[in-house]
């Protein structure tokens, strides 16, 4: 129901634009959030978005550098990803939660549906 797209190989800098498209039901009510995975480290919360879309939330190793949005149109959301490092380096996952019109959870069991993941390659 949830499917990931957009992750690549690109060098130190470089930007990416990953997409997580929805599909069998509308998540315009859900939170929205990345997490990613390194190889050998745990799953981690990236980046998120309340439902209403007034409220984000990112990973302080993130911040000023990601930025998470969604067209609720489209049912789709976003993460922009610019100033690439080779840290960055991981499987990314979106994810939905069933959580209030303003909540952004960041802890991984709050959310409910899941995408397939996508790899991102930042090389130094």
């Known amino acids: 129901q949830l499917q990931a797209s957009g992750g690549g190989l690109v060098q130190a800098g470089d930007s990416l634009r990953l997409s997580c498209a929805a599909s069998?039901?509308?998540?315009?009510?859900?939170?929205m959030a990345w997490f990613r995975q390194a190889p050998g480290k745990e799953r981690m919360f990236v980046a998120g978005?309340?439902?209403?879309?007034?409220?984000?939330y990112y990973a302080d190793s993130v911040r000023g550098r990601f930025t998470i949005s969604k067209d609720n149109a489209k049912n789709t959301v976003y993460l922009q990803m610019d100033s690439l490092k080779p840290e960055d380096t991981a499987v990314y996952y979106c994810a939905a939660s069933g959580s209030s019109a303003t909540a952004v959870p960041s802890a991984r069991e709050r959310y409910t549906y899941w995408g397939q993941g996508t790899q991102v390659t930042v090389s130094s």
């Open positions: 069998g039901r509308t998540f315009s009510r859900y939170s």
């Open positions: 978005i309340s439902w209403s879309g007034g409220y984000t």
